[in-house]
C-alpha cells in the first residue's frame, strides 16, 4: 500500500512537471507567434510609408526626392533614370487613399551574408481601371551595400485581375528599372 501511494504521488509530480512544460511550450509557441505578427505589422507600415512617400513625391512633382530614394547601384544601372522618373510623374494614372496592400518580402543568406528586401504591391483604382504599382527595395544587404534603397518601381494597367499578354512582371532578379505599362488586353 506503501509504495501505490509514493507511486501515486511519483505519477502525480510526473504528471504536474509535464503539465507544467507544456504551459511553458505553449508559452513560447503564443510569443513566437506575436512576434512574427509583429515583423509582419513593421513590414507592412514600411510598405505604406514607402507609398505614401511615392504618391506625395509624384504629386508635388519632386522628381529628385524619387531619384534620391533609388540606391546607389540602381542610379549607376538605370539608364536615362532622371527622364524615366519625369515619365513616372508625367503619367501617373492618379491616386486615391483606397488601394489594397500586398506586401512581400525575400531573405537570403549566401555565405552568412543576409540580404533583406520588400516588394510591396499596391492595387488601386483610377477612373473605372485597376492599376498595380510594385516597389522593389533593400533593407538590408551584407553582401552589396550600395543596393540599399529602392530597387524597381513598376506600374501597370490591370483588366479584371489579368494581366495583359505583353505585360512581364519584372522580378528581383532583373536589372533595376522604372516600368511603366498601359496595354489593352488582347
Given at each position: 500500500m506503501k509504495w501505490?501511494?509514493?507511486?501515486?504521488?511519483?505519477?502525480?509530480?510526473?504528471?504536474?512537471?509535464?503539465?507544467?512544460?507544456c504551459a511553458d511550450i505553449k508559452d513560447e509557441i503564443s510569443n513566437?507567434?506575436?512576434?512574427?505578427?509583429?515583423?509582419?505589422n513593421s513590414e507592412y507600415r514600411s510598405a505604406q510609408n514607402e507609398a505614401?512617400?511615392?504618391?506625395?513625391?509624384?504629386?508635388?512633382?519632386d522628381a529628385q526626392a524619387i531619384k534620391d530614394k533609388f540606391s546607389p547601384y540602381a542610379q549607376s544601372n538605370i539608364?536615362?533614370?532622371d527622364a524615366k522618373i519625369d515619365r513616372l510623374i508625367e503619367e501617373f494614372p492618379g491616386w486615391n487613399d483606397d488601394y489594397e496592400v500586398t506586401d512581400?518580402?525575400?531573405?537570403w543568406s549566401n555565405h552568412?551574408?543576409?540580404?533583406?528586401?520588400?516588394?510591396?504591391?499596391?492595387?488601386?483604382?483610377?477612373?473605372?481601371?485597376?492599376?498595380?504599382?510594385r516597389?522593389?527595395?533593400?533593407?538590408?544587404?551584407?553582401?552589396?551595400?550600395?543596393?540599399?534603397?529602392y530597387y524597381s518601381i513598376q506600374i501597370y494597367e490591370r483588366f479584371n485581375y489579368e494581366y495583359s499578354s505583353d505585360v512581364y512582371m519584372h522580378g528581383v532578379d532583373d536589372e533595376p528599372?522604372?516600368?511603366?505599362?498601359?496595354?489593352?488586353?488582347?
Open positions: 501505490k501511494k509514493i507511486a501515486a504521488v511519483c505519477m502525480l509530480i510526473i504528471m504536474t512537471a509535464t503539465f507544467q512544460g513566437f507567434k506575436k512576434a512574427v505578427e509583429e515583423h509582419k505614401a512617400f511615392l504618391v506625395d513625391a509624384i504629386e508635388r512633382k539608364g536615362n533614370l512581400t518580402s525575400e531573405r552568412g551574408k543576409i540580404t533583406y528586401m520588400l516588394t510591396p504591391s499596391f492595387d488601386f483604382d483610377v477612373d473605372g481601371k485597376t492599376y498595380r504599382m516597389i522593389i527595395y533593400y533593407t538590408e544587404s551584407d553582401e552589396d551595400e550600395s543596393k540599399l534603397g528599372d522604372i516600368l511603366l505599362w498601359d496595354y489593352t488586353k488582347d
